[in-house]
């Protein structure tokens, strides 16, 4: 790629001053002197804001200051070689070979991955070796456009098998191949230019050096594509070596884990791969949280369309869950401490009073503070706060599933078009629109992801990509899919959210427990998947907007949801204790801690008794959470808080109906377990002594 770098950029002999600023600040200078900086102030300042987040000093007197920056147009590379050398706080000293890597915001593919080919060379001695030894801007041009054209060396790919040391392929023996252990990694930067690819590239190396194989996904600016199931099932231990999220990070649930910042492995990666395989072979060393996905799933690479919409619609509720749970449990302790009518006076009591000068109950009237304990103004003042915070945490939660949904279909881009058509189904700015719910959410989030998916793929020229993900976007997917939801569809699906409301709110006796029974089965059919996560949403949205009354239909779908919940991993605990010999030794120990995921409202704690018997496991438990979901209904039980368990009883109307539904529900499911389980071949282990 030539015109990344010519002798222009290059300066041998530098000596700007003894402070990186001082070297950032010269760099950017060549780049401004070869007419290649748009606003050469933008590129300094976006340069310093990278390297406030972390140091670019490397191992053997490098230094690699980058950004991602509207100051250029094309991606840069400026180089200097420093005399004396400057400190960019790397542990072994100064840095004598300086790089400023300057990619446009929102820049080309292709550059970029001209970019993370630079980053990987930088971690081999004879690369840089060579670059000391030039005399001349020329020679150290074509070294650099050399490492450029030269495949990377060791680089992986998400095939099922990674380069295996010279000696195994000698051999010729691939079962003996096959059968060493291996590794998978995921390398990500907050820019993702540099030191994702240059950690890639360490890690590969101390793998080969191991004779180890290793697969590496590197997240960064020049794309990434996913390490394949099989690759990830195959693993021994997974390395996180980020300075933010992974992406997909559900793809590696169970697995032995080695987290670090994205540094540690260009400085230490032989010891990371050592202590990856010494994890392995640990049964107490960390693992990434959640259950492991079947090595079947499909990648996103080549997913069905039921399986995208499932992961676009799981995406929003995931992100959207931390919204009720927080903003519903501060609801809930709200009311505990104020009592109930403390919802009609919140704002005057946080405006009228302080914690140090607390609210006089007896003056807030209609209804007044009758609820209070003990008659207290600092728990009333302590109340109101409380329900003020869920109900700003609480009003989020639909922009964050419109939100995230369309950055499922289109990324980042469509974070901020999906969060404002959440805010408008919503009418969190008070303009008296229609508001259709979590269900214009979904309609709102999916048109703003795939409106911006398009928008991002469009031809446009060189100085208008930067303005691509910050301005054009967001500006025209927020206008194209504000309007069409305003004009078109904001009504339609507000009035389909009313007659659901309507219908709700008239159900009574036989049809309310059918309702429960439905819910029940959803609840416990696939234990935190699709359909659990839908009756959930569906019952978490109403409690935010729900009526005080404790008869109010909202409040019930509530409680007869979380019930329903609870009743999965409470039952299978409970089978394993009355009829160890069913289960196997496995399964008892999962059976322990199922007792307090049960009761916190967790129900993914009987996955793994499903996973392994499915056929009589999942038949079991639906009927119980069938059950529990009927009675919950039928006797009235209400609940304010969308998660917590029993640990909210506080918030429960109807204790009693509560506790009835619940012990009869994991009974049900727990005695059919045990029927089902004692036909046929028991798989239990053998207990030995």
């Known amino acids: 790629m030539t015109d990344l770098i010519n002798a222009q950029l290059v300066r041998l002999g530098a000596n700007w001053g003894s402070e990186k600023a001082d070297v950032i600040r010269g760099l950017a200078a060549l780049v401004e002197g070869a007419d290649r900086a748009d606003d050469v102030e933008q590129l300094i300042a976006d340069a310093f804001a990278r390297e406030e987040t972390s140091s670019t000093g490397l191992p053997g007197g490098i230094a690699i200051p980058h950004c991602r920056t509207t100051g250029v147009s094309v991606p840069t590379l400026g180089f200097a070689r420093l005399d004396p050398?400057?400190?960019?706080?790397?542990?072994?000293?100064?840095?004598?070979?300086?790089?400023?890597?300057?990619?446009?915001?929102?820049?080309?593919?292709?550059?970029?991955?001209?970019?993370?080919?630079?980053?990987?060379?930088?971690?081999?001695?004879?690369?840089?070796?060579?670059?000391?030894?030039?005399?001349?801007?020329?020679?150290?041009?074509?070294?650099?456009?050399?490492?450029l054209d030269a495949p990377p060396a060791g680089a992986s790919t998400p095939a099922p098998a990674a380069a295996a040391p010279a000696a195994a392929s000698a051999a010729g023996d691939v079962p003996a191949a096959a059968a060493k252990k291996s590794l998978v990694a995921v390398t990500a930067c907050p820019t993702g230019?540099?030191?994702?690819?240059?950690?890639?590239?360490?890690?590969?190396?101390?793998?080969?050096?191991?004779?180890?194989?290793?697969?590496?996904?590197?997240?960064?600016?020049?794309?990434?594509?996913?390490?394949?199931?099989?690759?990830?099932?195959?693993?021994?231990?997974?390395?996180?070596?980020?300075?933010?999220?992974?992406?997909?990070?559900g793809r590696f649930a169970g697995k032995p884990m080695v987290s670090s910042g994205v540094k540690r492995p260009i400085e230490d990666a032989d010891a990371m791969i050592a202590e990856a395989l010494r994890y392995a072979d640990d049964p107490s060393a960390p693992r990434v949280e959640g259950?492991?996905?079947?090595?079947?799933?499909?990648?996103?690479?080549?997913?069905?369309?039921?399986?995208?919409?499932?992961?676009?619609?799981?995406?929003?509720?995931?992100?959207?869950?931390?919204?009720?749970?927080?903003?519903?449990?501060?609801?809930?302790?709200?009311?505990?401490?104020?009592?109930?009518?403390?919802?009609?006076?919140?704002?005057?009591?946080?405006?009228?009073?302080?914690?140090?000068?607390?609210?006089?109950?007896?003056?807030?009237?209609?209804?007044?503070?009758?609820?209070?304990?003990?008659?207290?103004?600092?728990?009333?003042?302590?109340?109101?706060?409380?329900?003020?915070?869920?109900?700003?945490?609480?009003?989020?939660?639909?922009?964050?599933?419109?939100?995230?949904?369309?950055?499922?279909?289109?990324?980042?881009?469509?974070?901020?078009?999906?969060?404002?058509?959440?805010?408008?189904?919503?009418?969190?700015?008070?303009?008296?629109?229609?508001?259709?719910?979590?269900?214009?959410?979904?309609?709102?989030?999916?048109?703003?992801?795939?409106?911006?998916?398009?928008?991002?793929?469009?031809?446009?020229?060189?100085?208008?990509?930067?303005?691509?993900?910050?301005?054009?976007?967001?500006?025209?997917?927020?206008?194209?899919?504000?309007?069409?939801?305003?004009?078109?569809?904001?009504?339609?699906?507000?009035?389909?959210?009313?007659s659901l409301t309507d219908g709700l709110s008239s159900m009574s006796g036989g049809s309310a427990v059918l309702l429960g029974v439905v819910l029940g089965l959803m609840m416990a059919f696939d234990m935190g998947g699709p359909l659990n996560k839908v009756a959930y949403s569906f019952a978490a949205a109403g409690v935010g907007g729900a009526a005080l009354t404790n008869d109010a239909p909202e409040l019930k779908i509530m409680a007869a949801v979380m019930l329903a919940g609870m009743v999965p991993p409470l039952a299978l605990a409970l089978a394993t204790v009355v009829r160890p010999g069913l289960f196997t030794v496995p399964e008892r120990e999962n059976g322990k801690a199922a007792w307090l995921l049960g009761a916190s409202f967790i129900t993914e704690g009987a996955i793994p008794f499903a996973a392994?018997?499915?056929?009589?496991?999942?038949?079991?438990?639906?009927?119980?959470?069938?059950?529990t979901g009927a009675l919950s209904m039928g006797l009235d039980v209400s609940l304010r808080a969308p998660h917590g368990g029993i640990f909210v009883l506080f918030a429960v109307n109807g204790i009693l109906g509560f506790l009835i539904a619940l012990v009869a529900g994991t009974l049900v499911a727990a005695a059919l377990v045990v029927v089902a389980k004692s036909f046929g071949k028991s798989d239990a282990d053998i207990a030995t002594v």
Do not use: C
């Open 85 to 147: 050398p400057v400190d960019f706080g790397a542990k072994d000293g100064p840095a004598d070979l300086a790089f400023l890597i300057a990619a446009p915001a929102g820049g080309d593919a292709t550059h970029l991955q001209f970019l993370t080919k630079l980053a990987r060379s930088l971690v081999k001695p004879a690369f840089t070796d060579a670059l000391r030894a030039a005399e001349t801007p020329e020679e150290v041009v074509e070294q650099i456009l050399l490492a």
């Open 193 to 249: 230019i540099a030191h994702t690819y240059m950690a890639a590239e360490a890690l590969e190396a101390a793998a080969e050096k191991a004779g180890i194989e290793i697969s590496v996904e590197t997240q960064g600016s020049a794309g990434s594509t996913p390490l394949s199931p099989d690759t990830i099932a195959r693993a021994a231990a997974v390395i996180f070596a980020v300075d933010v999220g992974v992406r997909d990070r």
């Open 291 to 498: 259950t492991a996905t079947a090595p079947g799933a499909t990648s996103n690479a080549n997913e069905s369309w039921a399986g995208r919409t499932r992961r676009v619609l799981m995406t929003g509720v995931s992100y959207m869950i931390p919204f009720v749970a927080a903003g519903g449990l501060l609801i809930a302790l709200g009311f505990l401490l104020g009592g109930y009518e403390i919802a009609n006076h919140a704002g005057e009591v946080l405006a009228d009073s302080t914690l140090f000068s607390p609210p006089d109950i007896s003056a807030y009237a209609d209804p007044s503070l009758a609820h209070v304990p003990f008659d207290s103004g600092v728990l009333a003042y302590l109340g109101a706060a409380l329900f003020v915070l869920g109900k700003f945490a609480f009003a989020f939660f639909v922009p964050a599933l419109a939100g995230y949904i369309a950055y499922a279909i289109a990324d980042r881009p469509g974070i901020a078009p999906g969060f404002v058509m959440g805010g408008l189904v919503t009418d969190v700015a008070g303009f008296g629109l229609p508001q259709s719910g979590f269900l214009g959410a979904i309609v709102g989030g999916v048109l703003a992801g795939v409106v911006a998916h398009w928008i991002a793929r469009w031809k446009v020229p060189t100085w208008a990509r930067g303005l691509m993900p910050v301005l054009v976007i967001p500006l025209l997917t927020t206008a194209s899919v504000g309007l069409l939801m305003l004009v078109v569809l904001g009504r339609p699906i507000a009035s389909l959210m009313e």
């Open 612 to 627: 392994a018997d499915p056929l009589r496991v999942i038949p079991s438990i639906m009927a119980g959470s069938a059950v």
